[in-house]
């Protein structure tokens, strides 16, 4: 279960507060989307939650399962179960597909004071899960992402987030830009990795990929803050109506 209470974040360069007192709870198996103007702080809070050294927590907390996740790299986030799908791909070249999901699974495994994966074992895992992703295999020779389509890039992410098994999955914004067919990549992927031990934060700012995952709960992020949450009814109203009356009711 994630827990985050009264969560305050800057960016560490300026100072900017971005995160102003916002409270999230999502459970297990919960798929909680997040939605919101743009410059809410909805990637901000995508990135304070993975780690990136750009942002300072200056109060609240991050509670995975309990046990709060501020003083806890990156690397060891990801160890404790944390993926975040980035809204723009990282374009890698001269490093394999293949190569770089063997070093993603391996740091992971070494985090967690596991033995790297067996070569054999690596490359029938990968098979396995880009077959049931309709992945074609010549991809996985490619660098990661360098003149993917953008339903191949999809396609990797989601077979990183597959591969890696992650207990709480942040996808942010991974529908801007994306045409139906990509769309349906990443919604299949999600809905076929829920699970009951797995949660999702789902963050976009348009209700177009929540027909396609629906979330348990929506939660609307408004300068810096939870401004107001509901059911999947909330996503479709703010489809119809704006964000405008629920600012105004909440200011
Ligand atoms: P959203 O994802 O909801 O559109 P963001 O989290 O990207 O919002 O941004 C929230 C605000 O913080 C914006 O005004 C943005 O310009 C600013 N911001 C976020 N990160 C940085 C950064 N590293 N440097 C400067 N400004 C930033
Ligand atoms: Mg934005
Ligand atoms: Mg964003």
């Not at 996808?171 to 699970?195: F, H, M, Y």
Request: proline share 4%; hydrophobic share 40%.
């Amino acid at each position: 279960m994630l827990e985050i209470k009264n969560l305050h974040a800057r960016i560490a360069e300026d100072g900017t507060e971005i995160i102003r007192g916002l409270d999230l709870t999502v459970k297990d198996g919960e798929v909680a989307a997040i939605m919101g103007p743009n410059g809410s702080g909805k990637s901000t809070l995508s990135y304070v939650i993975a780690g990136r050294e750009d942002y300072e927590v200056t109060e609240g907390d991050i509670l995975w399962n309990g046990e709060s996740v501020l003083e806890m790299d990156p690397a060891e986030r990801a160890a404790a179960g944390v993926f975040l799908a980035f809204q723009y791909p990282m374009e890698i070249p001269g490093v394999a597909t293949m190569e770089f999901l063997k070093t993603a699974l391996n740091a992971q495994r070494k985090a967690r004071g596991e033995e790297p994966l067996k070569i054999p074992d690596l490359m029938k895992r990968v098979k396995e899960a880009a077959g049931s992703l309709e992945m074609d295999m010549a991809m996985l020779k490619r660098p990661l992402n360098v003149g993917f389509s953008g339903g191949e890039k999809k396609r990797a992410e989601i077979l990183q987030m597959k591969l890696l098994e992650p207990k709480l999955c942040v996808l942010d914004e991974t529908d801007s830009g994306l045409d139906i067919d990509a769309l349906k990549i990443v919604a299949d992927g999600v809905n076929a990795l829920r699970s009951p031990e797995r949660a999702f934060l789902v963050i976009t700012h348009y209700q177009r990929l929540l027909d396609h995952i629906v979330p348990d709960t929506v939660h609307v992020l408004y300068k810096g803050r939870i401004i107001k949450s509901g059911g999947p009814d909330l996503a479709l109203h703010l489809e119809e109506n704006g964000y405008a009356d629920v600012i105004g009711e909440a200011a």
